[in-house]
């Protein structure tokens, strides 16, 4: 017994050792691309003179070209490699972060696009290169560590941001990221391991998009990260107004946005090592019921700061955990060689989803302030009938595979 345990730890932590440079990847790309987003639309409103509305355009352009390269790269993933994928999309990250040295509007817009584009790859190349590389029974706690770095590297990174843009000003602060994903582009490229032909497109069968879509495993995928990104994108754009308006202050809004931070990222890793320990099906049913009564509790008290504040915090941390636990659904239904196509079909259902809610939740919220949460709470009634599905499905696949074995 003792024997037995020292081998799994030791197959553990080599687990956690060959992805490694995958977290530190995403540590130093987070420590980037989060401020790097948060202060893009104040560099166009103070150095270019833009209005809300030409903001919005080219931050909506930028989200509809992550979107396509999100249907073109998940192929490219399982084509030609995670890991190259992962590399082409950090390097042309450090190219578009070029943008805080240009101030022609045409020139910002293309390469704010082209970071959407080079966004989508790296999210894809890094997502399917983990669900590669771990194997499923320990990739729950991975996973949970593989979305914490990135959203610890923006936590350790914004107050830094905000005193060289003081110091500096943007031309300093945009050559910082290119440094960065230039390195983190180096790094992949040099220290992440290389998968065996046997993991990519080499030796899969031909799998369009369109014929993955028609699979019934797949498509309980999508609507299972559709329903609660509907949620999400009401929810990022809407708590912090509501509390903003009930508060009467930003300290409000700002303490809001630090203690989601923290419960999101405590809630990603007891996700990830429930997943481990208890199995894939109930942490993904909990955190659907979570996310269920923090809308219905937006709904009820969105007139209240105390119930806005809490339901919006136990919102978020459910929205985060469910996206941590798509790698091991992801693993569950989806052949290896063809998780990268998988990825980019998500990936773009989650943009969808994201606008939809956004648009939606802006909609609904001038007939009544808890309006667009009760919608979002009852859509996501759905997605407890879907999980049950899912691993229904799921369950009878691996019994047919383990029947056919049984025969051969």
């Not at 350790?156 to 000003?169: K, Q, R, T, V, Y």
């Not at 930003?250 to 429930?274: D, E, H, I, P």
């Amino acid at each position: 017994m003792t024997i037995n345990r020292a081998i799994h730890r030791w197959q553990s932590y080599a687990g956690f050792r060959a992805v490694t440079p995958l977290l530190l990847m995403q540590l130093i790309s987070g420590a980037w691309m989060l401020p790097q987003g948060a202060f893009f639309p104040i560099y166009l409103e103070e150095l270019l003179h833009l209005t809300p509305l030409a903001i919005a355009i080219i931050v909506a352009a930028a989200q509809a070209t992550g979107l396509a390269a999100a249907l073109i790269g998940g192929g490219l993933t399982d084509a030609f490699g995670s890991k190259r994928v992962l590399t082409i999309g950090l390097a042309g990250g450090a190219i578009a972060s070029l943008v805080f040295h240009t101030q022609a509007p045409l020139v910002v817009a293309g390469l704010w696009c082209l970071g959407g584009v080079m966004g989508s790859l790296q999210t894809l190349g890094a997502s399917s290169y983990l669900t590669r590389a771990v194997e499923p029974q320990r990739l729950g706690l991975l996973s949970a560590l593989f979305a914490l770095s990135f959203t610890v590297g923006g936590a350790i990174s914004n107050p830094m941001a905000g005193w060289l843009l003081d110091e500096a000003g943007f031309g300093l602060f945009g050559l910082t990221g290119v440094i960065m994903l230039a390195a983190a582009a180096l790094l992949v490229q040099v220290a992440l391991p290389v998968h065996s032909p046997s993991n990519t497109a080499a030796d899969a069968p031909s799998v369009t998009l369109w014929s993955l879509t028609r699979r019934p495993v797949v498509q309980m995928l999508m609507g299972l990260r559709f329903l609660p990104t509907v949620f999400y994108g009401m929810a990022t754009v809407l708590v912090p107004l509501m509390l903003n308006d009930l508060a009467g202050n930003k300290t409000t809004v700002a303490l809001y946005g630090t203690v989601s931070l923290l419960v999101a990222s405590l809630a990603q890793l007891v996700a990830g090592r429930a997943a481990d320990r208890y199995g894939h099906r109930w942490p993904t049913m909990v955190g659907y019921i979570v996310l269920i009564v923090a809308a219905l509790g937006l709904a009820i008290f969105a007139r209240t700061l105390w119930g806005v504040f809490c339901f919006g915090v136990l919102g978020i941390a459910a929205a985060w955990a469910l996206a941590t636990l798509f790698f091991v659904l992801v693993s569950d239904g989806v052949p290896r060689p063809e998780h990268g196509r998988a990825f980019g079909l998500l990936h773009a259902t989650w943009s969808i989803a994201m606008i939809g809610g956004a648009l939606l939740g802006g909609a609904l919220t001038r007939v009544t302030p808890g309006l667009p949460f009760l919608v979002a709470g009852l859509l996501n009634g759905l997605a407890i009938v879907l999980t049950l599905a899912f691993f229904a499905q799921v369950q009878r696949r691996h019994g047919d595979q383990d029947a056919a074995s049984a025969t051969t």
